[in-house]
């Protein structure tokens, strides 16, 4: 059990995160502000929200975890995943979604392909990001159970709690702000560690020499075809050119963000800024990893118990605190983010788009409050079972998102680039990739080549279905093609230069 100092800490991080996300709730008036923070984000609040959002408990704890049991490997997730699929969602998926107005990527797909096609993706994100809920709060009992002591259970419900009324109360306006409050203290609390880990293990050379006498693999960025979790081609092919890309292009509670930019400008600058922010992400949960696998004089009963442990045997009193308090925070970021984007997927997509079509703004804004709060209550119900039956949080992550991922990447990216796409490609094509990716699972693929292959197979029957239907309308897909785009500003471009040369 922790006292004094570090207690004092936590317990005022927590109380100020909830009061400042409690405060924003007079900002919210309709069903826009709630979802959409009104669309008044600006570029700063958007990049750090969304740093906030994705260095979040699973990185944390669950990419720890990881690097203790693989080693420097997993930073691939950043190094080669991360910074190249941000620059091109931002200079090619973001405006097209901000440019069709839409709450969520599921709509976009509705907007440029069919209502099934929107129905499928967000049945597909809205039970996906249920299940991260799950393994979020299940990260967050874990390490309040560890550091602090207090059963996993009770863990789950403080963070469900205190989460779950900002989130209803304040939307995604409470969400962002307290993201960039978060990511601050997770900067100070991740460079702490990294710093007092360098200074017990002698530095960057005594931490090589104290792991590689066991672990002679731990150094290296791409493992053996034969590893069993991150073959060195399944990274490339898998990671690098299909599961980055796909979240940082598709997944709902980064994009959402930008969605609420208050211009196309800000948007994309907020997803720039946010690449810039990445490139030091793998410090800060990478390295606790290996201290806790150099220090650690018995094994961890639990990979995923490594960030904990380092918090705990590494750091003095107050800076114990500051540090806990900086992984607490990106628990709550990855909960917040997660619980507001689930709800403005059903509520969107779902209960507005099929089930009460014509009701009252007001009615859509306390049915997504509503919706919050019984979400906040099945992710913490669901929360051990589902975790506990893979090995890891982080393997959890990412076995779930290959499911769909591959799939919902060619399908928005045919979308964008390929006016010839047609309705019937895009439906096919995400079914098809979908049940590809099913089918791979049930054969113990590794999941980095399920997410290849199902992409490759969505790709495929999209492109061979539109080549055999209908073309869909010119106006249809204006302001949703790239082609388009690019030809109806040139078009404008170029009556602008008669009118200004008087012609």
Same mark, same amino acid.
């Given at each position: 059990?922790?006292?004094?100092?570090?207690?004092?800490?936590?317990?005022?991080?927590?109380?100020?995160?909830?009061?400042?996300?409690?405060?924003?709730?007079?900002? =919210?008036?309709?069903?826009?502000?709630?979802?959409?923070?009104?669309?008044?984000?600006?570029?700063?609040?958007?990049?750090?929200?969304?740093?906030?959002?994705?260095?979040?408990?699973?990185? &944390?704890?669950?990419? +720890?975890?990881?690097?203790?049991?693989?080693?420097?490997?997993?930073?691939?997730?950043?190094?080669?995943?991360?910074?190249?699929?941000? #620059?091109?969602?931002?200079?090619?998926?973001?405006?097209? &979604?901000?440019?069709?107005?839409?709450?969520?990527?599921?709509?976009?797909?509705?907007?440029?392909?069919?209502?099934? #096609?929107?129905? =499928?993706?967000?049945?597909?994100?809205?039970?996906?990001?249920?299940?991260?809920?799950?393994?979020?709060?299940?990260?967050?009992?874990?390490?309040? @159970?560890?550091?602090?002591?207090?059963?996993?259970?009770?863990?789950?419900?403080?963070?469900?709690?205190?989460?779950? =009324?900002?989130?209803?109360?304040?939307?995604?306006?409470?969400? +962002?702000?307290?993201?960039? =409050?978060?990511?601050?203290?997770?900067? #100070?609390?991740?460079?702490?560690?990294?710093?007092?880990?360098?200074?017990?293990?002698?530095?960057?050379?005594?931490? /090589?020499?104290?792991?590689?006498?066991?672990?002679?693999?731990?150094?290296?960025?791409?493992?053996?075809?034969?590893?069993?979790?991150?073959?060195?081609?399944?990274?490339?092919?898998?990671?690098?050119? /299909?599961?980055?890309?796909?979240?940082?292009?598709?997944?709902?509670?980064?994009?959402?963000?930008?969605?609420?930019?208050?211009?196309?400008?800000?948007?994309?600058?907020?997803?720039?800024?946010?690449?810039?922010?990445?490139?030091?992400?793998?410090?800060? &949960?990478?390295?606790?990893?290996?201290?806790?696998?150099?220090?650690?004089?018995?094994?961890?009963?639990?990979?995923?118990?490594?960030?904990?442990?380092?918090?705990? @045997?590494?750091?003095?009193?107050?800076?114990?605190?500051?540090?806990?308090?900086?992984?607490? *925070? *990106?628990?709550?970021?990855?909960?917040?983010? %997660?619980?507001?984007?689930?709800?403005?997927?059903?509520?969107?997509?779902?209960?507005?788009?099929?089930? /009460?079509?014509?009701?009252?703004?007001?009615?859509?804004? $306390?049915?997504?409050?509503?919706?919050?709060?019984?979400?906040?209550?099945?992710?913490?119900?669901?929360?051990?079972?589902? %975790?506990?039956?893979?090995?890891?949080?982080?393997?959890?992550?990412?076995?779930?998102?290959?499911?769909?991922?591959?799939?919902?990447?060619? %399908?928005?990216?045919?979308?964008?680039?390929?006016?010839? +796409?047609?309705?019937?490609?895009?439906?096919?094509?995400?079914?098809?990739?979908?049940?590809?990716?099913?089918?791979?699972?049930?054969?113990?693929? @590794?999941?980095?080549?399920?997410?290849?292959?199902?992409?490759?197979? *969505?790709?495929?029957? $999209?492109?061979?279905?539109?080549?055999?239907?209908?073309?869909?309308?010119?106006?249809?897909?204006?302001?949703?093609?790239?082609?388009?785009?690019?030809?109806?500003?040139?078009?404008?471009?170029?009556?602008?230069?008669?009118?200004?040369?008087?012609?």
């Amino acid at each position: 059990m922790i006292g004094g100092i570090d207690l004092f800490i936590v317990v005022f991080f927590i109380v100020g995160v909830f009061v400042v996300g409690v405060y924003f709730k007079k900002f =919210i008036h309709t069903s826009e502000d709630f979802f959409l923070a009104g669309r008044r984000l600006g570029w700063w609040v958007i990049g750090m929200s969304i740093i906030g959002t994705n260095i979040g408990s699973y990185d &944390y704890v669950g990419g +720890a975890g990881a690097a203790y049991d693989v080693g420097i490997a997993q930073a691939n997730y950043e190094w080669i995943g991360a910074i190249p699929a941000m #620059v091109i969602s931002a200079l090619l998926f973001v405006p097209y &979604y901000w440019r069709a107005g839409a709450y969520t990527v599921p709509e976009y797909l509705g907007k440029r392909y069919s209502q099934p #096609v929107r129905v =499928i993706e967000a049945l597909l994100w809205g039970t996906f990001l249920i299940c991260c809920l799950a393994i979020f709060f299940w990260a967050s009992g874990l390490m309040i @159970n560890t550091y602090i002591g207090w059963p996993i259970w009770l863990g789950i419900l403080l963070t469900a709690v205190i989460v779950g =009324i900002y989130t209803v109360t304040g939307g995604l306006t409470a969400v +962002a702000m307290t993201d960039v =409050i978060q990511l601050a203290i997770m900067l #100070v609390g991740g460079f702490a560690v990294a710093i007092i880990g360098f200074h017990e293990v002698g530095g960057w050379s005594g931490l /090589v020499e104290r792991i590689t006498v066991e672990h002679p693999d731990h150094f290296r960025l791409f493992l053996p075809l034969s590893h069993e979790t991150y073959p060195w081609l399944g990274m490339i092919f898998g990671l690098g050119l /299909v599961l980055s890309p796909a979240w940082w292009c598709c997944h709902q509670a980064i994009i959402q963000r930008t969605l609420g930019a208050r211009s196309e400008w800000d948007a994309k600058a907020g997803m720039l800024s946010a690449a810039f922010l990445k490139t030091l992400v793998p410090l800060l &949960y990478v390295l606790p990893g290996l201290f806790v696998l150099a220090l650690a004089t018995e094994p961890l009963a639990d990979k995923d118990q490594a960030l904990p442990w380092a918090i705990k @045997n590494l750091l003095p009193a107050g800076l114990a605190g500051l540090v806990f308090a900086a992984f607490l *925070a *990106a628990i709550f970021s990855s909960v917040d983010s %997660t619980l507001n984007s689930a709800v403005t997927i059903w509520t969107r997509d779902i209960y507005q788009n099929f089930i /009460v079509r014509k009701a009252s703004d007001r009615h859509y804004l $306390n049915f997504g409050r509503g919706l919050t709060l019984i979400f906040v209550v099945v992710g913490a119900l669901l929360a051990e079972p589902l %975790t506990t039956s893979f090995s890891g949080i982080y393997l959890a992550m990412q076995t779930l998102l290959t499911i769909f991922q591959g799939p919902t990447l060619a %399908t928005v990216l045919l979308g964008i680039m390929w006016a010839r +796409a047609t309705r019937w490609g895009g439906l096919f094509g995400l079914v098809g990739g979908v049940a590809c990716s099913t089918i791979l699972h049930m054969t113990d693929m @590794n999941f980095l080549y399920v997410a290849w292959w199902s992409f490759v197979a *969505a790709m495929i029957i $999209n492109a061979l279905v539109s080549l055999l239907t209908k073309p869909e309308p010119t106006e249809k897909l204006r302001g949703l093609v790239y082609g388009l785009v690019m030809k109806d500003e040139h078009i404008q471009n170029s009556l602008s230069s008669r009118v200004e040369g008087g012609e």
